[in-house]
């Protein structure tokens, strides 16, 4: 059974920093990408970043190029999220997510973490 869990979310003043992350069963080997989501109240839940865990080829949304990076450690099973230059609207909670290849729509995503909540005041 895949698993996947996330943590290091918390509370951050408005140009803070956090670093998420998500550690992958063995079973997640087939699917070649992790992502990282969101999904604040009321909204719908939208891509962050995503990055393949053999080349570490990376996508980003727009509202975060520049602040936000993705990583992976290969021999922890684990990928990053280091949120830089947080601001408000990114409160959210952030969802780590596998898929088979690169893509930006939560529905070509297949496995899913519990989520952890991410809150930047101002």
């Known amino acids: 059974q895949v698993q996947l869990v996330e943590s290091g979310g918390g509370l951050v003043q408005a140009g803070g920093s956090l670093r998420l992350s998500c550690a992958a069963s063995?079973?997640?080997?087939?699917?070649?990408?992790m992502g990282w989501f969101r999904q604040a109240p009321g909204k719908e839940r939208e891509f962050v970043a995503a990055?393949?865990?053999?080349?570490?080829?990376?996508t980003y949304t727009d509202s975060v190029k520049g602040r936000f990076t993705i990583s992976r450690d290969n021999s922890k099973n684990t990928v990053y999220l280091q949120m830089n230059s947080l601001k408000p609207e990114d409160t959210a909670v952030y969802f780590c997510?596998?898929?088979?290849?690169?893509?930006?729509?939560?529905?070509?995503?297949?496995?899913w973490g519990q989520g952890t909540q991410v809150t930047v005041s101002s």
């Open positions: 997510a596998a898929s088979s290849a690169l893509w930006q729509t939560p529905t070509k995503y297949d496995y």
């Open positions: 990055i393949s865990w053999n080349n570490g080829r990376t």
């Open positions: 063995a079973g997640t080997f087939s699917r070649v990408v």
